[in-house]
């Protein structure tokens, strides 16, 4: 079995920081890529951040120059640092993951979520 579990969330103002953490845990073979989403009250959930294998990056345009995403290898755990963050990011933010469990099955794994709330 494999476990996602995030942390990190929080109430913070206008303008604040956070980081949020995703460590993967059980049967792993190997993590193919890694990937920050949320899903704010009433709407779908969204692509935040992306870190594939290779080291390459990807941001949605909304969070492009605030947010940073990170991966450390060793430890099997993904972050994003949220800076300048503004209201309209209040929402769950979710860890998802491509995990190899053996050399030929390759699944997809959520974490259970975690609040992200920004208001003064």
């Known amino acids: 079995q494999v476990q996602l579990v995030e942390s990190g969330g929080g109430l913070v103002q206008p303008g604040g920081s956070l980081t949020l953490s995703c460590a993967a845990s059980?049967?792993?073979?190997?993590?193919?890529?890694m990937s920050w989403y949320r899903q704010a009250p009433g709407k779908q959930r969204e692509l935040v951040a992306d870190?594939?294998?290779?080291?390459?990056?990807d941001y949605a345009d909304f969070v492009k120059g605030r947010f940073t995403i990170s991966r450390d290898n060793a430890k099997n755990t993904v972050y994003l640092q949220m800076n300048s963050l503004k209201p309209e990011d209040t929402a769950v933010y979710y860890c998802?993951?491509?995990?190899?469990?053996?050399?030929?099955?390759?699944?997809?794994?959520w974490g259970q979520g975690t609040q992200v709330t920004v208001s003064s």
């Open positions: 059980g049967r792993i073979f190997s993590i193919n890529r």
């Open positions: 870190f594939a294998t290779g080291g390459s990056t």
């Open positions: 998802r993951a491509r995990i190899r469990t053996t050399c030929a099955s390759s699944n997809d794994y």
